[in-house]
């Protein structure tokens, strides 16, 4: 298959563009930079695209069969000034937007494009469990996350089968939210980060890769799909399970005034509560390999 790829360098990008290679499909990657084009020495090509200006090299997308879209700034890169909520909301929605839009225009347009969102949708919802048809929140990622979502519309309205993974905290030792836990609880000084009473939604990388390979053949699924393990924790129990783990005391708990000292207005997602189940990838038959987060924790620190 012959599949396109936004955001190929980030965490679960680049794992997914070395499995989809590993096992003999092509892989188009979406750049922004003039010198990262033509073939990789991995077996991809990389084509141009300006998602800002809305250019892509339509011609670049010749032949794509399946397009999985993942680019965005970091949510949690720096702190929440108003500049970068802007760059958080941009680089999703104009991204995603002049995607659907060069895909929709093409003469023979992608089966599948899988378009990115996050367990962040629902906004903050307690210990309630949520599923794919709780309704939006109202809070800034929310509200980011319903738009992300529309500006997919093009693609859909094409006869583009559009499907949205909602991703939670995806664990891994290579990058995000692991990457900087990790190194302090081997140190011995992790801890709980608030109350710990918050539900974290999670998924192990290795899971993240198999659900969206999954969708790109899963024809039966459209539209919105959580992909986060099916037992979410909260935030005391990850911490307990990543003491257990690494054979280290956990016993620096961070107050949530000090979160908000430290992270501004991006507190209120680490000590926000998210408790996402899979309920339409499990109906689909999907299997998780790391149901459970001393699974996913072991496997994360493993890879």
């Given at each position: 298959?012959?599949?396109?790829?936004?955001?190929?360098?980030?965490?679960?990008?680049?794992?997914?563009?070395?499995?989809?290679?590993?096992?003999?499909?092509?892989?188009?990657?979406?750049?922004?930079?003039?010198?990262?084009?033509?073939?990789?020495?991995?077996?991809?090509?990389?084509?141009?695209?300006?998602?800002?200006?809305?250019?892509?090299?339509?011609?670049?997308?010749?032949?794509?069969?399946?397009?999985?879209?993942?680019?965005?700034?970091?949510?949690?890169?720096?702190?929440?000034?108003?500049?970068?909520k802007r760059e958080i909301r941009d680089s999703r929605v104009l991204a995603t937007r002049t995607l659907a839009t060069?895909?929709?225009?093409?003469?023979?347009?992608?089966?599948?494009?899988?378009?990115?969102s996050a367990v962040g949708y629902y906004g903050q919802t307690g210990d309630r469990v949520i599923d794919e048809s709780?309704?939006?929140?109202?809070?800034?990622?929310?509200?980011?996350?319903?738009?992300?979502?529309?500006?997919?519309?093009?693609?859909?309205?094409?006869?583009?089968?559009?499907?949205?993974?909602?991703?939670?905290?995806?664990?891994?030792?290579?990058?995000?939210?692991?990457?900087?836990?990790?190194?302090?609880?081997?140190?011995?000084?992790?801890?709980?980060?608030?109350?710990?009473?918050?539900?974290?939604?999670?998924?192990?990388?290795?899971?993240?890769?198999?659900?969206?390979?999954?969708?790109?053949?899963?024809?039966?699924?459209?539209?919105?799909?959580?992909?986060?393990?099916?037992?979410?924790?909260?935030?005391?129990?990850?911490?307990?399970?990543?003491?257990?783990?690494?054979?280290?005391?956990?016993?620096?708990?961070?107050?949530?005034?000090?979160?908000?000292?430290?992270?501004?207005?991006?507190?209120v997602e680490v000590a926000g509560s998210h408790r996402a189940v899979p309920a339409a990838l499990l109906a689909a038959?999907?299997?998780?390999?790391?149901?459970?987060?001393?699974?996913?924790?072991?496997?994360?620190?493993?890879?």
């Open positions: 298959m012959r599949i396109a790829v936004t955001g190929s360098t980030g965490l679960i990008g680049s794992a997914l563009v070395r499995s989809l290679l590993a096992d003999g499909h092509q892989v188009v990657r979406l750049v922004r930079r003039s010198s990262a084009l033509g073939p990789h020495p991995d077996g991809s090509t990389a084509i141009g695209w300006n998602p800002a200006r809305g250019e892509l090299d339509r011609a670049g997308l010749a032949g794509v069969e399946a397009v999985v879209h993942l680019a965005g700034a970091g949510v949690a890169d720096r702190r929440w000034t108003d500049a970068y060069a895909l929709a225009e093409l003469a023979q347009p992608p089966a599948v494009l899988v378009s990115a709780t309704p939006a929140g109202t809070d800034f990622l929310a509200r980011v996350c319903v738009d992300w979502e529309a500006a997919a519309v093009p693609a859909r309205e094409a006869g583009i089968r559009v499907v949205h993974p909602r991703t939670g905290l995806v664990l891994s030792n290579r990058g995000g939210a692991g990457a900087r836990l990790f190194p302090l609880f081997k140190l011995g000084l992790g801890g709980r980060l608030g109350s710990g009473r918050q539900y974290w939604s999670f998924v192990s990388l290795a899971d993240e890769v198999a659900a969206l390979r999954f969708l790109l053949t899963a024809d039966q699924l459209a539209g919105p799909v959580n992909l986060a393990a099916p037992n979410p924790v909260t935030n005391a129990e990850l911490t307990a399970a990543l003491g257990r783990v690494l054979g280290r005391p956990t016993p620096f708990p961070v107050p949530e005034f000090a979160l908000k000292l430290a992270l501004g207005e991006m507190a038959g999907f299997e998780f390999r790391h149901p459970e987060v001393e699974q996913a924790l072991r496997a994360a620190l493993a890879d």
